[in-house]
């Protein structure tokens, strides 16, 4: 173990390994192997030398979602039994462009492209971590640096038949589709991640297991202890069906405001909260099994249980005042069906002849169209100023300059409509 690891010994003694490993457990898709971990968690506590964990992140985007955050997290489950946090960035590797899980080549991103959005994401993930407990790395210090000669020497440590068992390239050689020889590299050369940081413990979802075992194959082919595997689930989105993704538009983004984040939480299924409550938060797992119980046999309402986890999730972003402040704005419009305090406002030029509520609401884009607004009214879903319109040949009064009103249409939209 290095020197810098050695000064930050173990803030928990008092935990037994038993005890860690079951915090640590919580959560995890797979652990290769938990006798290892077991045994260097032992090791750790009967030396004071803590672990060294890291997690390795390619910059492909500036914005972290709670898809990303499941990985974070369990570093930072690492970090408060007092085990050395390393969060790497991909700062070379990103340049090759991971092929886990892509059906083509990717097109690697610029030193620009990458070095902005290392800056924008290292100011995420301290939302989560301890700023002053982390160890942060760019795997240029040692890629940055390698000769003709030291990549050859490398890739003499792995077999060919042996990367292209990896699913992804399988199905792309099946089905004729190219491989750029930089792809059979990016395993090798991020496995020299875990050499030069000698590392104990390496974390990631699971699509990134098979690197993860070949980073373990090299550390042991330059003479160091294999790391363990630490896997975690890959988040599923709002929709329920596909992983949680920006490009998917199922995404809750971590500096979005307290309100956006605790909205889009509520609309996750009754069924899909509890692998939130799993992976988002630090409930004890006998906390959410009787909560589910509680659900279950009516104890409980389903929303007041998603509450609680939107609640608790925004809490560790934003703070206990601002998630206080979204779930009650969300039960004042969403559940007493109250305006919000600001609502968003629409203004329209003063008309002297009647203008039919559903035009109102086409133009406003409260509804998508002439059509689905009067849908909309006949189905009892528009009220104006707290009072239902049901009529769709409703005309609303546009003639006062300075007028306002205050229009819902369906659950969850408001717009305060004003002359001019």
Not at 65 to 82: E, S, Y
Not at 141 to 168: N, Q
Not at 240 to 251: F, I, P, R, T
Request: aromatic share 8%; glycine share 6%.
């Amino acid at each position: 173990m290095s020197e810098a690891g050695k000064k930050s010994a173990p803030q928990h003694p008092q935990k037994s390994v038993e005890e860690q490993l079951a915090y640590l457990r919580k959560g995890a898709a797979e652990i290769i192997r938990e006798e290892d971990l077991k045994a260097k968690l032992e090791l750790s506590a009967k030396t004071g030398n803590p672990l060294r964990v890291y997690l390795g992140v390619d910059p492909t985007a500036p914005d972290i979602h709670l898809g990303h955050t499941v990985v974070i997290r369990k570093l930072k489950h690492f970090q408060d039994m007092g085990h050395t946090a390393i969060f790497l960035i991909g700062d070379f590797s990103a340049m090759i462009g991971d092929p886990t899980g892509q059906s083509e080549t990717r097109p690697p991103l610029t030193r620009e492209q990458v070095d902005a959005n290392a800056k924008t994401y290292l100011d995420q993930v301290f939302k989560i971590l301890d700023r002053d407990k982390t160890e942060v790395r760019y795997n240029s210090e040692w890629l940055g640096k390698m000769s003709s000669y030291d990549v050859v020497r490398l890739c003499g440590h792995y077999r060919l038949a042996r990367m292209l068992e990896r699913e992804d390239f399988r199905s792309r050689l099946d089905n004729n589709l190219p491989i750029s020889v930089h792809e059979l590299l990016y395993p090798l050369l991020t496995a020299l991640d875990a050499v030069n940081l000698k590392s104990d413990v390496e974390l990631g979802a699971t699509e990134q297991k098979f690197n993860i075992l070949i980073h373990r194959d090299i550390q042991r082919e330059y003479g160091l202890s294999p790391q363990v595997v630490f896997t975690l689930p890959i988040l599923v989105g709002l929709d329920g069906v596909k992983k949680m993704s920006k490009s998917l538009g199922n995404y809750v983004g971590i500096t979005e405001s307290p309100q956006e984040m605790f909205g889009k939480l509520m609309s996750i299924s009754d069924d899909l909260m509890w692998s939130y409550y799993e992976l988002l938060t630090d409930f004890e797992e006998r906390v959410i099994v009787r909560l589910k119980e509680e659900v279950r046999t009516g104890v409980l309402h389903p929303m007041d249980a998603k509450m609680q986890l939107a609640h608790t999730i925004i809490a560790n972003f934003h703070g206990e005042e601002a998630a206080r402040a979204a779930r009650d704005e969300f039960q004042r419009v969403f559940r007493d069906r109250q305006a919000p305090e600001e609502a968003p406002s629409y203004r329209v030029p003063k008309r002297t002849w009647p203008y039919k509520l559903a035009w109102l609401l086409a133009e406003s884009k409260l509804a998508d169209s002439r059509a689905e607004a009067q849908r909309l009214i006949m189905q009892g879903g528009v009220e104006i100023d707290g009072h239902r319109v049901d009529d769709v040949k409703y005309e609303v009064d546009l003639s006062k300059p300075g007028a306002s009103f205050l229009v819902r249409a369906g659950k969850k939209r408001f717009l305060r409509i004003i002359v001019e």
